[in-house]
């Protein structure tokens, strides 16, 4: 069992910055494929990026590349989600989950995820 817990969202105006946070307890955490996830209201949860156990390789929705940056302190515990120029349309629930798969393409799908965190919120005001 692993237990997720996200933090560090907000509201921000549209170019600026926000740092996403997921914390996690439970089973050894450098064990899992980690992502995060965001769910605008009345659309469905979307991949938003990804990132390896050993944190040597992530990847990204074309939506945000160039101005997401994800990553993961195995000895902390802890991954992470700089948001940068953020865009109104970046308003969401943001989720940190976690997955057991070994297969890293298999991280771009939420249904492959076995952990989730309860989510928080982003909102980028223009």
């Known amino acids: 069992q692993v237990q997720l817990v996200e933090s560090g969202g907000g509201l921000v105006q549209a170019g600026g910055s926000l740092r996403l946070s997921c914390a996690a307890s439970g089973r050894t955490f450098s064990g899992y494929t980690m992502g995060w996830f965001r769910q605008a209201p009345g659309k469905e949860r979307t991949f938003v990026a990804s990132i390896t156990r050993n944190g040597v390789i992530t990847s990204y929705a074309d939506s945000v590349k160039g101005r997401f940056t994800i990553s993961r302190d195995n000895a902390k515990n802890a991954m992470y989600l700089q948001m940068n120029s953020l865009k109104p349309e970046d308003t969401a629930v943001y989720y940190c989950?976690?997955?057991?798969?070994?297969?890293?393409?298999?991280?771009?799908?939420?249904?492959?995820?076995?952990?989730w965190g309860q989510g928080t919120q982003v909102t980028v005001s223009s």
């Open positions: 989950a976690a997955a057991a798969t070994t297969d890293f393409w298999r991280s771009y799908y939420k249904t492959n995820y076995d952990y």
